[in-house]
Every structure is written in structure tokens, then in C-alpha cells.
């Protein structure tokens, strides 16, 4: 027999940016509850409001099946002596069990035959351990910081009111975090201000529907929210730009949702549309309106948690709000334009960048020597990535980035505009930041790359010359996402710089008295950031030991390493890698295992089997072939051309003997596997292919 379950927790509003993620979560606990107690069940479904979190677990097993549990004791043979009377150790395995030594049986095992003692286990009623797994899954939230309420001990995220919790039609009889479950739920808190009998699972998403005011399904209310406010926008001749952050936030934050429109004044479209935007998006929780071109319109959606009689009265409401927070950034702007970024550099002497590196100012500083000499290597124009480099923090001191935070760079490219300064110039002021995130856009402009880089690796080689390199989780200067910035930089935008001389024309923009680590700063920093490389080729689905085979050569352009890695993959999806890679590692091993160098020289008239005359003929072509495609980088192409020589390196190894007594010949042997390791090694060790054994 199975029923249905249901338990909902009531509380005072919920995170609204992390409901989501503790709807998702108490349904997986309770999964993992129900699966650790062994109990049968079908579908599982979460749900979530402002005030509630719920789960209902269809066909869910009445009790656990009953087990038969088997304790192996001693073997027979020592069980018993010659006379079949049992020995101390059969005796006290019997008594441990409560029966005495007939009563036990014998079993076969992969050990021999062995006492046991086998019992039957009753299953427990489903109803006794629907409490436990519910207050285990709670315990198992990801709550950052709980509080205590009133003069309660219990802990959670906000204040519990209420607990629901159905097995089929009765409520189970269990307690958790105070409240003694019952039957009762709670509808809209101004719709339906009262408490609801719910009769069974089956019923609970439509009584909070209706009489409730309460849509408890979260995707549901998400849709009916992107719908409406997609109408709306419509409305007004306009698109609803909805961001799934936002979306999912003001989800949280309604349980009957009503999308309505609003209006701003035109005025407040000569400021920049991202402040507001910010304003609206991140203070108000609405969803701005764009035309055909994408412009903004001055209209937002709100999204009400009522179905008011006065729409109209709702919507002059948030107009009211709405219009001082664009005002504030109307004057922010107007103010902001009077000052230019030049002269704003002298307040960034006030800021620290970080205490034992000096200041933001020293940091522009640092930037306008460094950006020229990137610049000079990719032919972007060096007056232009100094210029950029000096201004590039000066929006952080001015009132619109102090007052919205997000408009760090983007701010910079208005005002530099406003300055009169080149395009390229203002667009690499929040060009600068790119890429943010992973996936994120890269600089479209020159001076924005070379103002990105220099940025990233100004801060790299800064906190890895003091000590403070990432540890664990613990990255409070995002040297992480740096690192995966300069990779993507100069490998998406094609630049085939060395890392290692860009790390060190960094370090020495520093004072040597500055960085504690000033020697070993540059590798230290190049192999951090190289490593980087490694995750973001799991994610193309690329094996490590492809990675590492490339990693090996020790290289530091990173353009250079991705065409290897990419090269390297291809060649191990031939048929015949796997043997080249096996001989490359059994080629490896031997060169390993000598005193010196290995002879590279091949002496052909000292050439006797024919097969390794016929590896030093395939070698020596190969050579022609492939080096004019390494020579252009063209590392697919060279390994592909030396898959041919499997054969001829199988049947080498297969009749001659590489360390013969005649040293001249064997010599002569090292150095012609020598010369049939360099080809692979050329691009990447290929022997780190090969399984392990």
C-alpha cells in the first residue's frame, strides 16, 4: 500500500534570492531521506512562495519491507572440536545474539562455511520516520546564518509559523522546529488572511489557488509573471527585457502576482540607460521596456503581490517611489560631467588598491606603463592605452558608481565621452572589466584588450608577489577569474603573446622593496594562471591527460598551448594514437634510464635490421613533412602526417633489440628513437597518452 505526503512549512518572508535555491534543496533532502530509510515512492514535487516551503512525494510505501539480517560468527572448523562440541567462540557468538548454538545456521562463503545467525528485521511505519527525515533535509539547508525567534531555541533562516504534514489523509504525528504538525496551511496574506484545512496532497495546489490567493508552484507563478509582464511591455508598444536573476527574485517575492505598468519622465532618458536601469532593476525590482532598436522606453512593469480594485492607485504609487531614484542619478550625472576623469585621478591617492601595493592612483600608474608595452607587442596604439590607463579608475571616485556600484566603468565611458576623449579611450572604460564572468563578452576595441590584460596582470603578479596567492575557497582579489581572463584574452583574441615576458614587465612596474617574492613572483604567478587552462578544457570535454601531455613542453604563450592541446585531442582520437603513445612511453623509459644524454646522431652505415632502416627512412621523411607545418603552427596537420608511422615503430620494436652489447649499435639505436621522440615532442609528450598501468 502507498499514499501520498505532504509537509509545508510556514514562516515569515523567505530570502527572496534564495528561495529558489531552498525550494530545490528541501525537495532533494527529502528525497535522500526517503531513499536512506529505504521507503518505495514515485514523483516528487517542490514548491515554494514568499512564506512557505512544500514538498509532495506521491505513492509513497506505508512502511519499509521487512529485512532479514544475517551475522556471520566464526567457521565451522573452529567452531566445534574433534567431538562436534562447540568451542568458547561458538558459544559466545551464540550468546551475543540471544540464542543458543543450535539455533544457529551454517553458511557457505568464499571464506568456507561459517555459523550465522539470521533474523528477520520488521519494517517501521512510514508515519514514524516522515518526522525526522523532514527536520534532517531542514537542518541540511544551505542557510548561510539562521536566528532564534522569541524565546525559542529552534534556528532556521526566518521565524516558523506553521507546519503542514498529510500521510494520505492524516496528519502525521511529529514536531518540527517547534511547531507540531497539523493540517493547516495559510492563504494570501491580505486576499485570504486565514488559515486553510488541506485535506490531502492531491488538493493542496488548488486550495491555495482557490480560496487562498496562493499560486505554491514556483515555475508556474515564474511563467504567469514572464507572460504578464510580456503583455504589458506590449501594451505600450515596447519589449520587456526580463533577466532570469530578476525574474526568479520577484517570483520570491509575490504569491498572486499582478503585473502593471508604469511611466517615467522622458527627461530622465538624456542619463546614461544603464544607471536606470540599475535603479530600477536593483532598488524597485522592475522590468524596464525597450523599442524595436533596443532603446530604452520610459515605461517599467511592476510586478504587484495583489489584484487591487485601484490599479491605478498602485501604479501612481510606484511612480512616486520611482521618480527620486532617477532623479538622484539625473543629478549625479549633471554633477559628475563637471569634473573630468583627468582631474579626478588626484582623489584616487585617497583610495587603497591594497595595503602593501599602494594605492588606485599607483595602480593607473603602474597600467600606463605596462598597457604601452603590451600595446607595442599586439599593434595597438600605445598613446591611446596609456591615456586609457591613467583614466580607467577615475569613475570609481565620482557620485554615480558611489551611489550604483554596477556602473563602475560604464560611467568611466560616459564621462570620457563627455571629456572629448578618443572613442577607443571611453570604450576601454568598461571594456576594461571584460570579460566579468565565465562566458561573458571579450573588448571589442584594441585599447579595451590592452587595458584588460594589463589590468588582470597587474593584480596577479601584485598579490602573488606579497604572499597572497588564492587558498581553498578564500579569493578576495577573484585571482581565479583573472587568471581564466588573461587566458581567454589572449587566446579568443588571438594574440600570441609569451606570458611569462608580460608577467615580468608587470613585476618590474613594481618597486622591488614592494613584493616580498620579487624572484620567483613570475613563475609562480605563469604556473597559477597555466593551470587555469586545465578546467576550462574538461568543460570542452578535452581529457586532462591531453592537457598534461602539452603541459609538459613547459610553454608560456598560451595561444600557442591552446592550438597544442586542440591539436593534440584531434591526434588522439586516430586510430593509431594509442600505439604511438605507447611506443612514445616506451621510448621514454629507455632514454630515462641512461647515465647522460641520449646520442641523437644516427650513423646509417651502422643501420643493420631491416626494420630499423626502414624506421630511419620513415623518420628522416617524416622530418621533410612535418617540420614546415610546426614551423607554422599548424600542429594537426604534423601530428595527423606522423600517425603513418605506427607500423614501422611496431615492427622496430618487434625485431630489433635497441640496447645491444655493441655500444656503437646501440648508441646508434637510442639515437634513432631519440630522433622519433623529438618529432611528437615537438608539439607535446605524447607518452603521457598512453594508460597507465
Not at 152 to 168: A, K, Q, S, Y
Amino acid at each position: 500500500m502507498a499514499q501520498d505526503f505532504l509537509v509545508e512549512l510556514g514562516t515569515e518572508e523567505l530570502p527572496p534570492k534564495a528561495l529558489r535555491q531552498l525550494m530545490d534543496a528541501f525537495a532533494n533532502g527529502i528525497e535522500q531521506g526517503l531513499k536512506g530509510a529505504d521507503l518505495a515512492f514515485g514523483e516528487i514535487r517542490a514548491y515554494a512562495a514568499p512564506r512557505r516551503l512544500a514538498v509532495a512525494v506521491s505513492g509513497l510505501a506505508e512502511k519499509q519491507d521487512d529485512k532479514q539480517i544475517e551475522k556471520l560468527g566464526p567457521a565451522v572448523k573452529a567452531a566445534f572440536d574433534k567431538d562436534g562440541k562447540p568451542s568458547k567462540a561458538a558459544e559466545g557468538f551464540a550468546r551475543s545474539n540471544g540464542v543458543s548454538v543450535d539455533q544457529l545456521q551454517r553458511k557457505d562463503t568464499d571464506k568456507g562455511e561459517r555459523l550465522a545467525f539470521v533474523s528477520e528485521q520488521k519494517g517501521a511505519a512510514t508515519e514514524t520516520l516522515l518526522g525526522g527525515i523532514v527536520e534532517k533535509s531542514l537542518a541540511q539547508l544551505p542557510i548561510p546564518k539562521r536566528m532564534r525567534w522569541g524565546a525559542r531555541r529552534e534556528e532556521f533562516v526566518r521565524p516558523v509559523h506553521w507546519l503542514l504534514m498529510l500521510f494520505g489523509n492524516n496528519v502525521v504525528d511529529a514536531a518540527v522546529l517547534g511547531q507540531q504538525a497539523g493540517n493547516s496551511s495559510r492563504g494570501h496574506r491580505f486576499h485570504c488572511n486565514r488559515e486553510l484545512e488541506i485535506h490531502s496532497a492531491q488538493d493542496y495546489v488548488q486550495q491555495l489557488r482557490d480560496p487562498g490567493y496562493v499560486i505554491v508552484d514556483f515555475n508556474e507563478r515564474r511563467e504567469i509573471i514572464r507572460d504578464q509582464v510580456t503583455a504589458e511591455a506590449h501594451n505600450v508598444n515596447g519589449e520587456a527585457v526580463i533577466d532570469d536573476d530578476l525574474l526568479d527574485e520577484v517570483t520570491a517575492l509575490v504569491e498572486w502576482p499582478v503585473a502593471l505598468t508604469g511611466r517615467f519622465e522622458e527627461r530622465f532618458l538624456d542619463v546614461p540607460a544603464e544607471a536606470l536601469i540599475s535603479s530600477m532593476k536593483e532598488h524597485q525590482k522592475y522590468f524596464h521596456v525597450v523599442d524595436g532598436d533596443g532603446q530604452l522606453l520610459p515605461f517599467f512593469i511592476t510586478v504587484a503581490n495583489i489584484e487591487s480594485q485601484d490599479a491605478a492607485q498602485v501604479i501612481h504609487g510606484n511612480e512616486r517611489v520611482i521618480r527620486p531614484r532617477l532623479a538622484d542619478a539625473a543629478f549625479f550625472f549633471d554633477t559628475d560631467k563637471k569634473t573630468s576623469l583627468e582631474a579626478r585621478r588626484e582623489k584616487l591617492k585617497q583610495v587603497i588598491f591594497q595595503q602593501k601595493l599602494g594605492t588606485v592612483y599607483d595602480k593607473t600608474e603602474r597600467l600606463a606603463a605596462l598597457a604601452p608595452q603590451i600595446a607595442a607587442l599586439t599593434g595597438a596604439n600605445k598613446d591611446w592605452a596609456e591615456r586609457a590607463a591613467k583614466l580607467c579608475k577615475s569613475d570609481l571616485v565620482t557620485e554615480m558608481v558611489f551611489e550604483f556600484a554596477d556602473m563602475q566603468g560604464i560611467a568611466g565611458y560616459y564621462y570620457a565621452e563627455n571629456d572629448k576623449e578618443p572613442l577607443e579611450v571611453a570604450k576601454a572604460m568598461y571594456e576594461q572589466y571584460m570579460p566579468k564572468f565565465a562566458g561573458d563578452e571579450l573588448p571589442k576595441c584594441d585599447t579595451g584588450t590592452t587595458i584588460a590584460l594589463a589590468d588582470r596582470l597587474d593584480t596577479l603578479v601584485g598579490i602573488f608577489g606579497i604572499g597572497q596567492p588564492p587558498s581553498g575557497s578564500r579569493d578576495p582579489f577573484a585571482l581565479r577569474r583573472a587568471s581564466l581572463g588573461v587566458i581567454r584574452l589572449l587566446v579568443e583574441k588571438q594574440l600570441d603573446l609569451d606570458l611569462r615576458d608580460l608577467l615580468a614587465k608587470a613585476r618590474d612596474n613594481y618597486p622591488r622593496t614592494a613584493l616580498g617574492e620579487y624572484n620567483g613572483v613570475v613563475e609562480a604567478t605563469l604556473n597559477y594562471i597555466l593551470e587555469r587552462f586545465r578546467a576550462r578544457y574538461e568543460d570542452q570535454g578535452i581529457a586532462t591527460e591531453v592537457f598534461m601531455a602539452v603541459a609538459a613542453r613547459k610553454l608560456s604563450r598560451p595561444l600557442d598551448i591552446d592550438n597544442r592541446v586542440h591539436a593534440v585531442h584531434a591526434f588522439s582520437q586516430l586510430a593509431e594514437a594509442e600505439a604511438l603513445a605507447a611506443a612514445n612511453k616506451r621510448v621514454s623509459n629507455i632514454l630515462a634510464k641512461l647515465d647522460g644524454p641520449a646520442p641523437t646522431q644516427v650513423d646509417e652505415s651502422l643501420l643493420q635490421e631491416a626494420a630499423e632502416k626502414q624506421l630511419y627512412a620513415a623518420v628522416k621523411d617524416a622530418q621533410q613533412q612535418v617540420q614546415p607545418l610546426y614551423d607554422e603552427a599548424r600542429y594537426t596537420e604534423g601530428l595527423a602526417g606522423l600517425a603513418g608511422l605506427r607500423e614501422t615503430v611496431d615492427s622496430f620494436f618487434d625485431h630489433v633489440m635497441v640496447m645491444a652489447d655493441d655500444e656503437a649499435l646501440r648508441n646508434n639505436r637510442l639515437a634513432l628513437l631519440a630522433q622519433l621522440r623529438a618529432l611528437f615532442l615537438e608539439v607535446a609528450d605524447i607518452s603521457l597518452l598512453a594508460p597507465a598501468k
